[in-house]
């Protein structure tokens, strides 16, 4: 049996019981400390929420260092959404036991992903029943597109967020995710960061603290 994910976990800012669970999903070669402290500015948000940010369940292995979801060695997109449902299975089961711990309904969930972590989120999340109450990416794209209205369990909304100067994954990814989620169905919104390599930047938090504010505290 695979071994349980785990990583750095933030209380709720306000001190209270939880009445939500953001989970923080790190991208290729980093780990749960590299999201979590997104907990801060986004609890200013949701100062009810409990935050974790798992590390990935592989060794990087194209790093002395970090964590996968899965390799990317191969590029072959089939292969990618083949290692992206085998990583699946832990990080649903991660979600379900952090749900548990804090005594929170399977819906009282969003997951806010970077890069590879933005993968998974879209790849999982939308999967999930009940759906989450929202999903936030960044840098990433939507990984089989042509299998997601035919396995979608439910149509929660999406902010995608992207830099225009992104070297790692190209900003044509975030229209392509865009198109095969409206294509299924998702209600998706996206915000292009001009100028901005592979990363976030504090409008980019901005815009998600805001957009998780409308659906999850308000939720």
């Known amino acids: 049996m695979p071994t349980p994910l785990d990583g750095p976990r933030r209380k709720p800012a306000s001190g209270g019981t939880a009445t939500a669970l953001v989970v923080l999903l790190h991208g290729l070669g980093a780990d749960g400390a590299d999201l979590i402290e997104l907990a801060g500015p986004l609890a200013r948000a949701l100062p009810n929420a409990a935050f974790a940010a798992p590390n990935a369940p592989e060794p990087c292995d194209m790093s002395p260092f970090g964590y996968q979801w899965f390799s990317v060695q191969d590029r072959d997109p089939h292969l990618i959404g083949r290692l992206a449902d ?47 109450l929202a999903i936030v990416g960044y840098s990433g794209r939507l990984l089989a597109p042509e299998r997601l209205e035919a396995e979608k369990h439910g149509s929660p909304p999406v902010l995608l967020i992207h ?11 975030m229209a392509e995710a865009e198109a095969g989620l409206t294509q299924a169905g998702i209600p998706v919104e996206t915000l292009a960061r001009p100028g901005l390599p592979h990363g976030i930047d504090e409008l980019g938090i901005e815009a998600a603290a805001g957009f998780l504010l409308k659906h999850v505290e308000q939720g």
């Not at 832990?90 to 379900?96: N, R």
């Not at 036991?97 to 939308?126: C, I, K, N, P």
């Not at 830099?163 to 990814?173: E, L, R």
């Open 86 to 132: 085998a990583a699946a299975g832990p990080l649903a089961g991660f979600l379900e036991a952090e749900l548990a711990a804090h005594r929170l309904d399977a819906g009282r969930l969003a997951l806010v992903g970077f890069s590879q972590g933005t993968m998974m989120a879209l790849h999982v999340g939308l999967r999930l029943t009940p759906a989450p």
């Open 163 to 173: 830099g225009t100067a992104d070297g790692v994954v190209p900003f044509d990814s």
